[in-house]
């Protein structure tokens, strides 16, 4: 059982950046991909990232690469999303989802992720 806590939502004007962290329970954390999802009113939940329980494959949404960065900390059980060059188009409700345990492909669809987070609400103004 893994239980995940987001943190770091908030308002910012487009251009400006925001980190998302993700806390996570459980002494078995390092066995799960850690996945950020987002979903905007009226549309359908998204994978922007996610970063294997290895630590060594990231994945990234096309329209976040090179703007938002997937992090992960085993020994704090955290993961972190830093989000740069914030677009009004970035607004969402921000998901911190774990995937596992020792899956080998990263999944990109809701159904793979086994725990969610409540979610943090991210808006960019113009």
């Known amino acids: 059982q893994v239980q995940l806590v987001e943190s770091g939502g908030g308002l910012v004007q487009a251009g400006g950046s925001l980190r998302l962290s993700c806390a996570a329970s459980g002494r078995t954390f390092i066995s799960y991909t850690m996945g950020w999802f987002r979903q905007a009113p009226g549309k359908e939940r998204d994978l922007v990232a996610a970063?294997?329980?290895?630590?060594?494959?990231?994945y990234y949404a096309d329209a976040v690469k090179g703007r938002f960065t997937i992090s992960r900390d085993d020994a704090k059980n955290m993961s972190y999303l830093q989000m740069n060059s914030l677009k009004p188009e970035d607004t969402a409700v921000y998901y911190c989802?774990?995937?596992?345990?020792?899956?080998?492909?990263?999944?990109?669809?809701?159904?793979?992720?086994?725990?969610w987070g409540q979610g943090t609400q991210v808006t960019v103004s113009s």
């Open positions: 989802a774990a995937e596992g345990p020792f899956r080998l492909r990263v999944g990109v669809q809701p159904a793979a992720y086994d725990y």
């Open positions: 970063i294997r329980w290895s630590g060594g494959t990231t």
